[in-house]
């Protein structure tokens, strides 16, 4: 491991990057600094940074090609980056000399930092891993690409409207995004639609309908100190003619620009609704067109460098970030037959040996499944592969009945994505034992070989060096060097100063600094007051029926019940802190987003709540507001119907700024137990198994609430429209079915979710032993890093060799 000597990061003091910065704004921003905003500042200094990011890139990208390093490529529909300025002056070092440039200019450095819009370019957790995943191949080493779409709007906006949830469009590009380079000079036609005719062998001619031309925009990533950078290439769906003459010149401007719309339509927004058809169509023609672009790129790099396309294997390993880009099995099949002439059979042994594929759910609604009709109409020559790639694999493996990716009018993504695949892993230890034996068991048994685990990580440059100022001088000063930002498991030399009072002070401190910095964050941006000193209790994450916010709201309701009934009673006083979105066309999420902002607008009224329960619900949670609330928890809450949640990242972020959990053993909860000692975290519930076995013999979620009276009267208010003003009526598809079906066994679960909040009170009321917990789950988190996931991959799904 590296203790700074080789970093190429070039080093600059304040006065040169203040000097560097006023450069920009006049050169680059065009700005005189009499009139500059605030923005312009922040442009100025994002392009000072990119320019000092640009030389340790080039020296990498030199390294890659002399050393002929086998190249990773990272297809992800999304990216949820978040910002990228003060994460890249912490990579390279650069925060002091930053701090200092700005001052110089009269700027407030953490305004400045602030006014950059976060890039939400992904919905949750697949998207925020792939982000993860690109600042540690960088950080490793891996030479690598990551591979996505430049959406002109990311991730909704969310908004309150008497606490339902509202959407608005997103629109972080309607500035200018200093970090990227336009390389017009990249731009691959892709098509859709039109008519296949036979060509010579297994050849044909595909002659599209519609074409777009993908072009690309690069995006350095730093590693940690510049010892390594690779680079983020997005597509934008741009025109192949910008405008038809003959309309336009007849007065006919909507017909002229006919072209340019439906090409942008492509790249216009992240997830477009997909309950149309046309939502559908255009949802796999996303997937196309960015999978095809970075295809045609991975190929031409690769002739480029003097390269037979039959040995792409051996130089590039290419990872399908679940199924959405699965349609690159065909691709890279038609590429090889159609273009370059290979047999069928020796282009699908290539793809499948190049291509890797990511599963990150068991959801079977999230399991693509396109119907043949709309593949053989978009993508016709790729319907025929799949068909051909379907026969050979019923025939090699002698069992032409069980498993068809083509099958009953439809083409199964996942099969398809684990058919032509090389490796295939889940991203726990939990989730790809359940892989084997539920989704992919047939599979699975006819190719033992390909499923393995790689367990998910989070990168602690972000997620603790970058969001915890506080922990990161304590680690800093207690390790002896910042080193363990890329080096996660030196911060198990934490744990023997678990026992020593003076280090639990200091850690505590950090911990009150971030909650009070939090509490004055959500008065101010939020208009909630909450007492800094009570227990922060935060449930972050996507709004789904399985992740069961639900379940926690019930609970705050019943403590409140409980409160009101015995004034005197001992309670650990809270702050349950609420956020997420709901997918727009996801009535029930949306309803609980509701029901939750009744009961928080109820206990938040009732001043026999002061001081010992406060609800908030923070508006548009995302990624920057994530680096708020995580160092600022006391208690994480990974409440998840056993075997539902494929891993958490959430978890390890928590865990790691010294937050407990209060989990089921569902995803990586079961590691992270292991990793930090059952007796530092609170787990209650079912099992996976249990909860299959209580289905199996007949669920009766009435049973348990008869069972709770507790959960009977929260059940019974909310019929009553006790938290909504006297409206019976308004939950009644959440109270139906928590009587009738409860598909993610709330009621259950919810007797020992209860009590076992109950002793995390017991334990709040010993701060001592609380802290001592708290730093046990900090020091058991080297495992976590996302730089021991990649490693992971490295080794057992790429064969690639880290350089750092
Ligand atoms: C998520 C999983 O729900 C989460 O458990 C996991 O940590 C994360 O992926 C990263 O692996 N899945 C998605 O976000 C998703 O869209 C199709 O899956």
Redesign the pocket.
């Known amino acids: 491991m590296h203790d700074g000597a080789t970093d190429t990061a070039k080093q600059i003091d304040g006065e040169a990057l203040r000097v560097a910065m006023a450069h920009s704004l006049r050169y680059a921003i065009g700005k005189d600094p009499v009139t500059a905003t605030l923005s312009d500042w922040r442009l100025a200094l994002t392009r000072a940074v990119r320019d000092l990011v640009v030389d340790p890139w080039f020296a990498a990208t030199r390294r890659a090609y002399a050393e002929k390093r086998k190249r990773v490529y990272y297809l992800s529909m999304e990216f949820l980056i978040g910002r990228l300025l003060e994460d890249a002056i912490h990579n390279l070092g650069l925060e002091a000399a930053a701090r200092e440039a700005v001052a110089a200019h009269g700027v407030d450095y953490a305004a400045l930092v602030d006014d950059e819009p976060d890039a939400a370019l992904g919905?949750?957790?697949?998207?925020r891993?792939a982000a993860c995943f690109l600042d540690s191949m960088s950080t490793v080493g891996v030479a690598a690409h990551g591979y996505g779409i430049r959406y002109e709007h990311g991730l909704f906006r969310q908004r309150f409207d008497q606490g339902w949830q509202g959407e608005e469009p997103e629109d972080w590009l309607r500035q200018r995004h200093a970090w990227e380079f336009e390389r017009s000079e990249v731009a691959y036609p892709i098509g859709f639609g039109g008519e296949v005719s036979p060509g010579e062998g297994d050849g044909a001619l595909w002659t599209p309908s519609d074409t777009v031309l993908a072009a690309a925009y690069d995006t350095p990533i730093p590693g940690w100190r510049g010892r390594w950078t690779n680079t983020l290439r997005l597509w934008d769906a741009q025109p192949v003619r910008e405008f038809d003459l003959e309309p336009f010149n007849r007065g006919d401007y909507m017909a002229a620009a006919a072209p340019s719309v439906f090409a942008e339509t492509i790249s216009r927004v992240l997830y477009p609704d997909d309950t149309t058809p046309q939502g559908k169509e255009l949802r796999l023609k996303q997937e196309y067109f960015f999978t095809a672009a970075s295809l045609a790129d991975i190929l031409r790099r690769h002739r480029a460098m003097g390269l037979e396309p039959r040995s792409l294997a051996a130089h590039a390993a290419i990872q399908l970030n679940?199924t959405h880009p699965a349609i690159a099995g065909p691709e890279l099949v038609r590429l090889l037959v159609d273009d370059h002439g290979l047999d069928f059979d020796e282009a699908f042994d290539v793809a499948s040996a190049t291509l890797n594929y990511t599963n990150?759910?068991l959801m079977p609604e999230?399991l693509e499944r396109w119907s043949t009709d709309l593949m053989g109409h978009a993508l016709p020559r790729h319907m025929q592969i799949i068909e051909r790639i379907d026969t050979r694999h019923a025939r090699e493996t002698k069992r032409p009945d069980s498993v068809r990716i083509v099958d009953n009018g439809e083409v199964r993504m996942g099969d398809l994505a684990f058919i032509s695949a090389h490796r295939v892993n889940g991203?726990s230890a939990l989730h790809t034992d359940l892989m084997k034996q539920t989704v992919f068991a047939e599979l699975h048994a006819l190719h033992p070989e390909k499923i393995v685990n790689q367990t998910?990580g989070v990168t602690p440059r972000r997620w603790l060096y970058g969001c915890n100022a506080g922990m990161r001088r304590l680690l800093t000063e207690t390790l002896g060097s910042e080193e363990w930002a890329a080096d996660l498991d030196r911060i198990a030399a934490l744990a023997p100063l678990a026992e020593d009072a003076a280090f639990r002070e200091r850690f505590q401190a950090i911990k009150t600094d971030n909650k009070r910095a939090c509490a004055a964050w959500l008065e101010r941006e939020h208009g909630v007051s909450v007492d800094p000193t009570a227990m922060f209790d935060i449930q972050i994450k996507r709004i789904h029926e399985y992740k069961r916010q639900l379940m926690n709201a019930l609970e705050t309701a019943a403590l409140y019940n409980a409160i009101k009934a015995d004034p005197s009673a001992e309670f650990a006083p809270r702050v349950k802190i609420f956020g997420g979105k709901a997918a727009p066309g996801y009535a029930m999420a949306k309803l609980i987003i509701k029901l939750i902002n009744d009961i928080a607008a109820t206990i938040n009224a009732d001043p026999a709540m002061k001081g010992r329960l406060a609800v908030a619900y923070p508006a548009n949670y995302n990624v920057s507001m994530a680096e708020i609330l995580i160092p600022a928890a006391d208690l994480s809450e990974q409440i998840s119907t056993a075997g539902k949640?494929?891993?958490?990242?959430g978890n390890m972020k928590f865990a790691m700024n010294g937050a407990l959990t209060v989990g089921t053993l569902d995803?990586?909860n079961v590691e992270i137990r292991d990793a930090v000692g059952e007796e530092n975290i609170f787990i209650f519930g079912q099992t996976a198994a249990e909860v299959l076995a209580t289905r199996a013999n007949g669920y009766a979620p009435q049973s348990f609430i008869d069972a709770d009276p507790r959960l009977a009267q929260v059940v019974e208010q909310i019929e009553a429209g006790f938290f909504s003003g006297g409206d019976g009526e308004r939950f009644r598809a959440v109270t139906e079915n928590l009587r009738g079906h409860d598909w993610f066994q709330v009621c259950a679960d919810f007797t020992s979710y209860y009590d076992r909040q109950r002793v995390v009170d017991d334990a709040w009321a010993k701060p001592e032993e609380w802290t001592r917990k708290a730093v046990l789950n900090a020091a058991g988190m080297g495992v976590f890093s996302s730089d021991r996931t990649i490693r992971g991959y490295a080794a057992e799904v790429w064969g690639v060799t880290p350089a750092c």
Do not use: C, F, I
């Not at 949640?645 to 990242?649: H, L, N, P, V, W």
């Open positions: 919905n949750g957790g697949l998207g891993l679940d990150h759910t999230a991203v998910n949640e494929a891993s958490g990242t995803g990586a």
